[in-house]
């Protein structure tokens, strides 16, 4: 399979997640862990870290992340990989270059802006909690769309004492997993609510191919 289609996939896993197995959860026993997992999630301000993404085929991704709670999103996939991702909170935008396509998908149809909510609850009216754990050192807890369990699954993964998310892994339809890696985050730095608003270039690139 061609190189760029398999970063694509890795992409699409973004915002379109297979549904996995509810269980029931020793809600006492982690009802403590679980609040503190939301109260981390939901008093970050901003995030801008560098990521690494690996698809279920080893294809390897590499950008920039920019998280601006409530709403914001961006994602910048450095070259080769032709792809940005951003969200202004209603609407992921979803650019790829090299076919000089723009794609739009509302925020609730996905998990993707999860992490960008006004306020976190992993188990909430839109999002239930369907797997958590905590222990040596690590935090992990798996959610999925309460009202379509089969389109998707969403892992955080952080480390502990203290608190920093690491890692997000999603399931796609076919049950393949994408991982997206965390690193070098700078926490409450400014950023422009410019950074989130989509700049359609195809008209641009039209005019420089004249």
Known sequence: ???????IAAVAALV??????????????????????EQYLSTLSTIVADFSQVDANGGLAE?????K??????WEYAPPVPLLLVSDGNVIVYYDAELDQVSYIP?????AGFLAKPVI????????????????????????Q????????LTLEFSDKPLQL????????RGQQTSIQLQNAVYGKPLPNRMFVFEDPRGINKRRNR
Do not use: C
């Open 166 to 173: 690491r890692q997000m892994l999603v399931r796609d339809a």
């Open 16 to 37: 379109a997640t297979s549904a996995i197995a509810a269980e029931k959860l020793p809600w006492k026993q982690n009802e403590a862990d679980i609040t503190r997992v």
């Open 69 to 74: 709670r409530p709403g914001k999103m961006r």
């Open 107 to 111: 925020v609730d149809d996905t998990l």
């Open 146 to 153: 309460r009202d379509k369990p089969d389109e998707g699954s």
């Open 1 to 7: 399979m061609h190189m760029r289609t398999l970063f």
């Open 121 to 144: 609850k992993l188990d909430s009216a839109s999002t239930k909690l369907v797997k958590f754990s905590a222990e040596a050192g690590m935090v992990r807890a798996t959610i999925i």
């Open 63 to 67: 950008g920039k992340f920019y998280l």
